[in-house]
């Protein structure tokens, strides 16, 4: 039986649903993430709105505790599984945009590096977008990445680091890509909390992507670009 002092999260209106799911995030609470999400697609709030604004909203909260020493990382570990409940549901619905094929991506967490949150992210909206996409998890050493671009036969590599202490592996990769005379083959996109636009102009990727919103329109872009050089012959 409910505690009278329980709260209904349907009874509650849009705004302050969404500051109830931010506090539930908090406390890692992922049934009640997962309803929230149901309820706010209920009200015909668009899957990327509910994952923008309700999410990605509530993690930012997240973030900002775990840097200033107020959560530790049993707490963040639970957020993250709150988040990620609330992401399986709205995986299929971003996915179900019924876009056709726009080029295979191949994505990966760096070596050393065992943030998943934000790649997995990227995944999603790229395949909503049409995308096929190819994910390597976590902890990625290079002959991974190398070996999955050719048997995926892939168009984009993405690659995500969220430390300053993993995001330097992204040029590794790099460069024995450039050794092996593959480099020219793939588009590169790289993103993650600490990267920035001129990190990835100095490690040789194409272009740094600040989120996923902006990795979707970066790779549709090259790709377009892919697709007019071929058809130029
Ligand atoms: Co970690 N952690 N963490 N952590 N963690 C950060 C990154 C940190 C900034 C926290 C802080 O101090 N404020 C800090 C790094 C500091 C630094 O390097 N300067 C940090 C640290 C220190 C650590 C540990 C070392 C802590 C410890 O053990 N002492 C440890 C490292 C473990 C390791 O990797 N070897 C660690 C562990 C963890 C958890 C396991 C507890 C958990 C991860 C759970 C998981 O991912 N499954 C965790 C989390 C959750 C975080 C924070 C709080 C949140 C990250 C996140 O998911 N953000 C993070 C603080 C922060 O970033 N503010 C922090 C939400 C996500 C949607 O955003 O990942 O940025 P983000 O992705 C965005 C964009 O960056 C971009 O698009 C995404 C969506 O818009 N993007 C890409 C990302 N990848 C892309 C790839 C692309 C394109 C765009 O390819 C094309």
Redesign the pocket.
Same mark, same amino acid.
């Given at each position: 039986m409910a505690d009278e002092d329980d709260i209904i999260l349907a009874d509650l209106d849009d705004e302050e649903l969404v500051k109830q799911m931010f506090d539930d995030l908090y406390d890692g609470l992922k049934e009640e993430i997962e309803e929230g999400v149901n309820i706010l697609l209920g009200r015909n709030w668009m899957p990327y709105r509910v994952l923008t604004e309700a999410l990605?909203g509530g993690?930012k909260i997240?973030?900002d505790d775990?840097?200033d020493g107020i959560l530790f990382?049993p707490e963040? +570990?639970l957020a993250?599984n709150a988040m990620k409940g609330g992401m399986a549901i709205l995986k299929p619905l971003l996915a179900e945009t019924g876009a056709p094929r726009m080029g295979k991506m191949v994505?990966g967490t760096v070596k050393?590096?065992?943030?998943?949150?934000?790649?997995n992210?990227?995944g999603m909206m790229m395949e909503g977008a049409g995308f096929e996409v190819v994910d390597l998890g976590i902890n990625n050493a290079v002959e991974k990445y190398m070996d999955a671009l050719v048997e995926e036969d892939a168009d984009i590599l993405?690659?995500?680091a969220?430390?300053?202490?993993t995001m330097p592996y992204m040029k590794v990769v790099i460069d024995t890509m450039i050794e092996t005379g593959v480099r020219d083959d793939y588009i590169i +996109?790289?993103?993650?909390?600490?990267l920035n636009e001129e990190f990835g102009k100095a490690i040789g990727a194409d272009a740094y992507?600040r989120?996923?919103a902006v990795?979707v329109e970066t790779a549709k872009q090259f790709m377009a670009r892919k697709h007019n050089e071929l058809a130029a012959g």
């Open positions: 990605v993690m997240v973030g775990f840097r990382v963040v +570990l993250a994505i050393g590096d065992i943030h998943d949150i934000g790649k992210l990227v993405g690659m995500s969220l430390l300053t202490t +996109l790289v993103g993650g909390a600490p992507c989120d996923a990795a």
